[in-house]
């Protein structure tokens, strides 16, 4: 058996990085076939099986790294790489194990010991490798990095004549093959499982087109203008104006795509459509696209092409010209060919002269090819390029939302920015997230990896192989410098400016664009920047980023503070300047959480994390990690995820270390926070508690600290509807943060915590049915912070419009509730984004009865779950199960009804009530009065817990309509109902009350 070294750090002397398929081959229980042949005829076997690693790998492209014993290892991809090199690799073992399996043995026996077959079992994955040059020992390449220690171990857990391939090898080339299931299987140094397949053979397909109907297409999106333009160009030809379409695109772009749904919509256009298309493998015959065309006509009994397909190649051209002539009087032709950058000389010509022959005898002729841009060069008097681009912002986000319907919209984003409107990067995305993060999709965010397909990131490095060497050095710099390029930072590192032929190459190759912003160039994939640079030299990079940051540092007072410390966070980790990191990622924090970017904020603490952890461990760095951490909290708690929670733990822990009752207080207050944010009511009240016992040990106690933490506990106990406890916290908070606020007029920076607090005072006065003292607080909380943008202004207005919803103030209550997703979706709050969405869609519910209103609760639900739920999420349960039991779904109100109640063991009450009573209505829909009943008390007890008047008033109502329909008299429980309504000044229920009186 042979295996690599297993080495996964850097070497001392620099090698090439390469992206290689790596093939691992083994012969299959050798050491018993060994010890039962003789030694001459086993050295004999071996000599037939090295003939055949020789001669075999070579041929698809590979090339034989080393033999040791009977096992041999392959590189595809070096030194010239392919986009299918994953693909060639799993043909050659395919044809190795073929003819492994067909070997006889030397000698008379005929047969080899034991009765078994001569076998291999073989591994290939894909990914990173630093090549260096080899020798005797070693072979002829050095490997270093995990890729070749995976394939190895892929084929050590191979079972006899058994191929492993890693789905991150093939990826959608998976389909050219027939395979096992995907499984995952877990490696020596990997820290996740491997998805691999077992290959079993070769699948009847040809094209990538072909492979993603294997998987299943999306349904279309766009192109209304191309297919316009197509469809006018065959009317031209119906006509005897014979035309030439080429659609031109980078891969990936959808240009199979377009024309086969083009094609599809041909059908009814009398026309007779001939396919053929063109490959880069090594198998590829000359005149292929014709042959296949021929063959399909063949196969449909037409004896001209049969002919054809037996005469000679040279005979072939003339015949295959006369044959589609004939075909042209008979009916409108269009010829499609995929993958023209791939075609040979002769089809080529050939492909000329039938355009020249159908322009001369103005034959009914479309001429339909699909390419790459740059690779050929199409020169026919007449022929129109057709550039396909990209998919727009609103293209994607459709293409998004079919293939991940449930994931939320800041995912979406970034998945639009990763891919750049590539529609192939757009579906691998979404797969690899469906597959890898299925449940909890809303928490990640694309990497350069995340993908998770190498042989993506062989179509992206097989485009770079092609450019000139000066224009493949710039993108390298500009992928250092990241995905945004400021053309003066570029211009110091390479010297080459904006209007340098290299640079507007890279433009024109789909590279590179230029940014909105002047003075900037962006990558036209992300995507496409994270591979290029995954592929550069560690050393090179290094230097490159301790370059590019003494460029920043030089220019620190020309650009703006807050991109240039973020910057310089970035390039400072990437030399692994610790320090210098850890400074401006602090920094860009800070801004960021000024300016309630809480994404960013996040991500830039983090960062500032990240980077002291690589610093010698120090109390001072202990405690600047506790307020790095504790200003990370802020950021949280509109947008948490259990992630933050291991943050803010550390942190608690690191000041329990301390000694500093006013750190360890504030430790616990921003962990419970983030609890509560979470909708973790219980363990949010026990930090809060244990905060406040700190903050009370120093003496004077900090005013400042116990009033946050008396309204974070205030909060919490609003949130768990113990109303005269938390009213009293809060009012206790609002005394000592008011006079604060109205001390500077105007304020220096908006009074959040004022203004949260009296926002959940205002919901707990709505709640009791109090409604206008709740709305004095609403208007005193939204007059310091309306405006600002700033996420405890979404918070504001999420809760007003939940008011506004309790009392039937339908318009009102979506006003607010836009304005809070508005904000959410600036500050990137998943939250109150959902939650925003969340009460537009029940309060048109409540006017419209739409299916869109209905679908609109569903998908901000979806968000919500994807996460886990969060901070009174029980509202939408009861929303929902009120809904769904409108519309006849017994089973999904059910559901949410269970979810509710779920919830209301994190005491969160505060859509419970709505839960009961739609389980009420099923029942009494059921005909079950009993326990329509016996629910009915159930949401008046949770109404009397919270001491919830509107809730009560509801009720009633409920009880009404419910003895209404069970046939009992309602008069009375109208009557009540009806004057709850009118006290609380409640006009839409009192309207929609008075109207059953009318008809009782």
Not at 216 to 240: H, M, N
Not at 468 to 483: D, H, K, M, S, Y
Request: proline content about 4%; glycine content about 8%.
């Amino acid at each position: 058996m042979m295996h690599p070294t297993d080495r996964a750090s850097a070497p001392q002397a620099p090698g090439e990085r390469r992206n290689l398929t790596v093939l691992f081959a083994d012969l299959s229980e050798s050491t018993r076939l060994a010890d039962a042949m003789q030694a001459e005829h086993y050295a004999l076997m071996l000599r037939d099986l090295r003939a055949l690693y020789q001669s075999v790998v070579p041929r698809h492209g590979g090339t034989v790294v080393r033999i040791q014993g009977d096992g041999m290892l392959a590189i595809f991809g070096h030194p010239q790489m392919r986009e299918d090199d994953g693909r060639r690799a799993t043909e050659a073992a395919l044809e190795l194990h073929q003819l492994v399996r067909l070997m006889r043995p030397p000698g008379s026996s005929g047969q080899w010991p034991h009765g078994q077959e001569l076998s291999l079992h073989s591994g290939i994955h894909a990914g990173i490798v630093l090549v260096e040059e080899g020798d005797a020992v070693r072979g002829r390449f050095d490997l270093l990095g995990n890729t070749p220690n995976f394939a190895a171990r892929l084929s050590d857990q191979a079972g006899a004549d058994e191929i492993l391939v890693s789905e991150e090898t093939l990826g959608l080339h998976c389909h050219y093959f027939q395979t096992s299931e995907r499984r995952l299987v877990l490696l020596k140094g990997r820290s996740s499982a491997l998805a691999v397949y077992a290959i079993k053979g070769r699948a009847a397909i040809g094209r990538r087109f072909e492979a993603s109907q294997q998987r299943g297409l999306a349904p279309f999106v766009g192109r209304k203008f191309e297919l316009l333009q197509l469809k006018l160009a065959l009317a031209e030809a119906q006509q005897g104006r014979p035309a030439w379409i080429n659609i031109r695109a980078s891969a990936g772009v959808g240009k199979t795509r377009l024309t086969e749904e083009f094609l599809a919509r041909t059908a009814t256009q009398n026309c007779q459509v001939q396919r053929g298309y063109c490959e880069s493998y090594l198998s590829a015959e000359p005149l292929q696209p014709y042959l296949q065309m021929l063959r399909a006509l063949a196969s449909q009994g037409l004896g001209i092409a049969a002919a054809l397909l037996t005469a000679e190649a040279a005979a072939r051209p003339a015949g295959l010209l006369q044959l589609l002539q004939a075909l042209a009087r008979q009916r409108p032709q269009v010829i499609f060919i995929d993958d023209l950058q791939w075609a040979d000389d002769a089809s080529l010509l050939l492909l000329h002269r039938v355009y020249a022959l159908a322009r001369e005898q103005q034959l009914p002729l479309l001429l339909l090819t699909a390419s790459r841009p740059q690779e050929t060069e199409l020169q026919a008097d007449g022929a129109r390029v057709l550039e396909l681009a990209p998919f727009d912002a609103s293209d994607a986000e459709q293409a998004i939302v079919q293939l991940l319907p449930d994931t939320d919209p800041f995912v979406a984003l970034d998945i639009q920015r990763h891919a750049g409107g590539n529609p192939l990067f757009i579906e691998e995305l979404c797969h690899a997230i469906k597959h890898e993060h299925a449940g909890r999709r809303a928490l990640i965010r694309p990497r350069a990896d995340s993908a998770g397909q190498a042989w993506l990131a062989a179509l992206t490095l097989s485009r770079v192989a092609r450019l000139a060497p000066e224009q493949a050095a710039l993108l390298r710099a500009a992928a250092v410098i990241g995905n945004v390029i400021p053309t003066w930072l570029l211009q110091r590192l390479t010297g080459c400016t904006e209007q340098d032929p290299a640079v507007l190459a890279l433009a024109e190759r789909d590279f590179v664009f230029p940014d909105r912003r002047a003075g900037f160039f962006r990558f036209k994939h992300g995507l496409t920047r994270d591979v290029v640079y995954e592929s550069i030299g560690w050393h090179e990079r290094q230097a490159m980023h301790r370059h590019i940051a003494a460029e920043l540092r030089s220019q620190v007072h020309d650009t703006p503070r807050q991109a240039t410390d973020e910057l310089l966070g970035y390039h400072a980790a990437a030399a692994e300047q610790w320090a210098e990191a850890a400074l401006h990622a602090e920094r860009a924090g800070d801004q960021a959480l000024a300016a309630s970017a809480l994404d960013r904020a996040k991500k830039q603490y983090r960062a500032a994390l990240t980077a002291l952890e690589h610093l010698p461990s120090s109390g001072v760095i202990d405690m600047r990690w506790v307020a790095i951490a504790q200003r990370f909290g802020i950021a949280c708690v509109f947008d948490a995820s259990r992630a933050d929670l291991r943050v803010l733990q550390h942190a608690v822990q690191l000041a329990q270390g301390s000694g500093d009752a006013d750190l360890i207080a504030r430790a616990d207050y921003w962990l419970g926070y983030a609890s509560y944010a979470l909708g973790e009511v219980r363990e949010g009240l026990l930090h809060c508690e244990r905060g406040l016992l700190a903050a009370q040990v120093k003496q004077p106690p900090n005013g400042a600290l116990l009033a946050q933490l008396l309204g974070a506990q205030g909060q919490l106990l609003a949130a768990a509807a113990d109303y005269p406890a938390a009213l009293g916290l809060l009012d206790q908070a609002i005394a000592f943060l008011r006079p604060l606020n109205q001390a500077t007029v105007p304020p220096a920076r908006p009074a959040v915590s004022l203004a949260y607090s009296l926002a959940c005072r205002a919901y707990v006065l709505g709640d009791q049915g109090q409604f206008g003292e709740a709305h004095a607080c609403f208007d005193e909380a939204l007059a310091i912070i309306q405006g600002s943008n700033h996420a405890v202004e979404a918070s504001v207005q999420g809760w007003r419009a939940a008011v506004f919803l309790w009392q039937g103030r339908w318009p009102e209550a979506r006003q607010a509730a836009a304005e809070a997703q508005r904000i959410g979706g600036l500050v990137r709050s998943l939250f109150t984004y959902s939650m925003g969405h969340a009460v537009c869609a029940f309060a048109d519910w409540e006017t419209e009865r739409s299916a869109a209103s209905a679908l609109g609760l569903q998908v901000a639900a979806n968000w919500l779950a994807s996460r886990g739920g969060g901070l009174f999420s029980s509202l939408i349960h009861g929303w929902r199960a009120e809904l769904l039991a409108e519309q006849g779904d017994a089973a999904g109100a059910r559901l949410q009804v269970a979810q509710a109640l779920r919830r209301a063991r994190q005491r969160d009450w505060i859509g419970v009530a709505m839960a009961y009573r739609a389980a009420a209505r099923l029942a009494a829909d059921a005909g079950q009065a009993a326990r329509a009943s016996h629910y009915l008390a159930a949401a008046q007890r949770v109404a009397a817990l919270r001491g919830s008047a509107h809730e009560a008033a509801v009720n009633q109502l409920c009880a009404a309509e419910l003895a209404l329909a069970l046939g009992e008299p309602a008069q009375h429980q109208l009557s009540e109902a009806a004057a709850s309504f009118e006290a609380l000044n409640m006009a839409w229920h009192l309207q929609k009350t008075r109207r059953l009186m009318a008809c009782v």
